[in-house]
């Protein structure tokens, strides 16, 4: 399984010496990182990505929101990012079937500009979007029912058991629409300051790593929030996943 980290994790670290903190991560073993916020990033990411051994398969960025999407799929392009995607839309654009609708239509429009420049569009989950409130279905999948083909998905399995949801069956239910998926351990009740390195909390990572690596998704470790130092909780969840067969 392919493994990454989302930049998110650390944000502060990064923010203090983006340098510093791309090699502390290669020196983990990782090789492949997920950044956020593109646009803003973009100028940092040129400069130490290739310097430093490490390539950015994924991103996440606000689509939807950019005020000139070619140019931000360009961007990508230039920096080998394969896929961008949208890391959330607004909860209350979550609770009718036909503001599901209009997302999915916006992302399948996004996604045209986005071939153009050679780069697919996604969408990430959180807690709101993985509860099955539509006839037992979730938004996320009434959204993978709307979709045209070119858009896919990065399931947060985090965020899915979150809501509610069986994060391994909600893999299965989306099936090849899912590109990569978020990593993260903690407690139920969705507490970010209580995430834990992967198979220390109460989520089944064990479970959802090995339909993942099944699939062939991408493996990106995340964390929101962590109460102790984030480069050994990055390394913890790393020696977690090189345990398994």
Same mark, same amino acid.
């Given at each position: 399984?392919?493994?990454?980290?989302?930049?998110?994790?650390?944000?502060?670290?990064?923010?203090?010496?983006?340098?510093?903190?791309?090699?502390?991560? &290669?020196?983990?073993?990782?090789? &492949?990182?997920?950044?956020?916020?593109?646009?803003?990033?973009?100028?940092?990411?040129?400069?130490?990505?290739?310097?430093?051994?490490?390539?950015?398969?994924?991103?996440?960025?606000?689509?939807?929101?950019?005020?000139?999407? #070619?140019?931000?799929?360009?961007?990508?392009?230039?920096?080998?990012?394969?896929?961008? %995607?949208?890391?959330? #839309?607004?909860?209350?654009?979550?609770?009718?079937?036909?503001?599901? &609708? #209009?997302?999915?239509?916006?992302?399948?429009?996004?996604?045209?500009?986005?071939?153009?420049?050679?780069?697919?569009?996604?969408?990430?989950?959180?807690?709101?979007?993985?509860?099955?409130?539509?006839?037992?279905?979730?938004?996320?999948?009434?959204?993978?029912?709307?979709?045209?083909?070119?858009?896919?998905?990065?399931?947060?399995?985090?965020?899915?058991?979150?809501?509610?949801?069986?994060?391994?069956?909600?893999?299965?239910?989306?099936?090849?629409?899912?590109?990569?998926?978020?990593?993260?351990?903690?407690?139920?009740?969705?507490?970010?300051?209580?995430?834990?390195?992967?198979?220390?909390?109460?989520?089944?990572?064990?479970?959802? %790593?090995?339909?993942?690596?099944?699939?062939?998704?991408?493996?990106?470790?995340?964390?929101?929030?962590?109460?102790?130092?984030?480069?050994?909780?990055?390394?913890?969840?790393?020696?977690?996943?090189?345990? #398994?067969?």
């Amino acid at each position: 399984m392919q493994i990454s980290v989302q930049l998110y994790s650390v944000r502060e670290a990064l923010a203090a010496d983006p340098a510093g903190t791309l090699a502390r991560l &290669r020196d983990l073993g990782l090789t &492949r990182v997920e950044p956020f916020g593109l646009a803003e990033h973009a100028d940092m990411l040129r400069e130490h990505l290739g310097a430093l051994g490490l390539s950015a398969p994924t991103t996440h960025a606000d689509v939807l929101g950019a005020e000139d999407q #070619r140019a931000l799929f360009a961007t990508a392009a230039e920096l080998g990012i394969g896929t961008v %995607i949208q890391p959330h #839309r607004d909860p209350a654009l979550w609770t009718q079937e036909a503001d599901i &609708r #209009r997302t999915a239509e916006l992302l399948d429009a996004a996604a045209e500009v986005g071939l153009s420049e050679g780069v697919a569009v996604g969408y990430h989950n959180h807690g709101f979007e993985a509860e099955p409130v539509f006839a037992g279905r979730t938004g996320v999948e009434v959204l993978d029912e709307a979709l045209g083909a070119d858009v896919v998905l990065e399931v947060d399995t985090y965020w899915a058991a979150v809501g509610g949801s069986d994060p391994v069956a909600l893999l299965a239910a989306l099936g090849d629409r899912v590109r990569a998926v978020h990593l993260k351990d903690g407690l139920r009740d969705g507490r970010k300051d209580a995430q834990q390195p992967l198979g220390r909390g109460e989520i089944d990572v064990d479970a959802i %790593i090995a339909a993942s690596q099944e699939a062939g998704h991408l493996g990106v470790i995340e964390f929101d929030d962590y109460a102790g130092d984030i480069f050994e909780g990055i390394a913890a969840s790393l020696a977690h996943l090189d345990q #398994r067969p």
